[in-house]
T-cell receptor, first 112, second 113 residues
Framework: EAGVVQSPRYKIIEKKQPVAFWCNPISGHNTLYWYLQNLGQGPELLIR????????DSQLPKDRFSAERLKGVDSTLKIQPAELGDSAVYLC??????????FGPGTRLLVL | AQSVAQPEDQVNVAEGNPLTVKCTYSVSGNPYLFWYVQYPNRGLQFLLKYITGDNLVKGSYGFEAEFNKSQTSFHLKKPSALVSDSALYFC???????????FGKGTRLSVIA
């Protein structure tokens, strides 16, 4: 069974530029999460999807961050414009009907 | 609100010795508790979970964890540490359904040969 796929693995951009991250969850997993992990910290939720509906986006900075999961499968997280403080690892996770969330390898973003 | 505390930033143990990585939690209802491991430049790998039942949970790579309701703890243990166990370990908690996990800050385990 393929795991959670994320791309790109690494991204370096200049501040004020846009950036997008893509995630493909484990097949059949209806719930998809985007987490932000700062250096030396545990992941923190940005947004949670149940199928195509964003059911928890209270922690998503909506002035610059957006996300979509149009067909309830893969998802894209966008930042526009990026700021220096956005440098972090962006993790995608998915869960089926069970209790366990499975994580992808993450996208490491560096904003210069 | 849920929270997790991992009181040790770093744990050092000699190869072959038992290891313990500590975790305490706070949650309003029944806790769903998880341990994940993160190797450099990798995502989080699921190790084990406690949902209900036996307080001693066995997981991947010989790890186990003990749920203690009275002490609100879920410490990760392994009887004999390997150098390859050196990594960053995260404890996490949630309450019900597919609600998001709340993570601790992580504990870096270093196993010395």
């Amino acid at each position: 069974e393929a795991g959670v796929v994320q791309s790109p693995r690494y991204k370096i951009i200049e501040k004020k530029q846009p950036v997008a991250f893509w995630c493909n969850p484990i097949s059949g997993h209806n719930t998809l999460y985007w987490y932000l992990q700062n250096l030396g910290q545990g992941p923190e939720l940005l947004i949670r999807y149940e199928n195509e509906e964003a059911v928890d986006d209270s922690q998503l900075p909506k002035d610059r961050f957006s996300a979509e999961r149009l067909k309830g499968v893969d998802s894209t997280l966008k930042i526009q414009p990026a700021e220096l403080g956005d440098s972090a690892v962006y993790l995608c996770a998915s869960a089926g009907n069970g209790e366990t969330q499975y994580f992808g390898p993450g996208t490491r973003l560096l904003v210069l | 609100a849920q929270s997790v505390a991992q009181p040790e930033d770093q744990v050092n143990v000699a190869e072959g010795n038992p290891l313990t990585v500590k975790c305490t939690y706070s949650v309003s209802g029944n806790p769903y508790l998880f341990w994940y491991v993160q190797y450099p430049n990798r995502g989080l790998q699921f190790l084990l979970k406690y949902i209900t039942g036996d307080n001693l949970v066995k997981g991947s790579y010989g790890f186990e964890a003990e749920f203690n309701k009275s002490q609100t703890s879920f410490h990760l243990k392994k009887p004999s540490a390997l150098v390859s166990d050196s990594a960053l370990y995260f404890c996490a908690v949630r309450d019900t359904g597919n609600t998001p996990l709340v993570f601790g800050k992580g504990t870096r385990l270093s196993v010395i040969a």
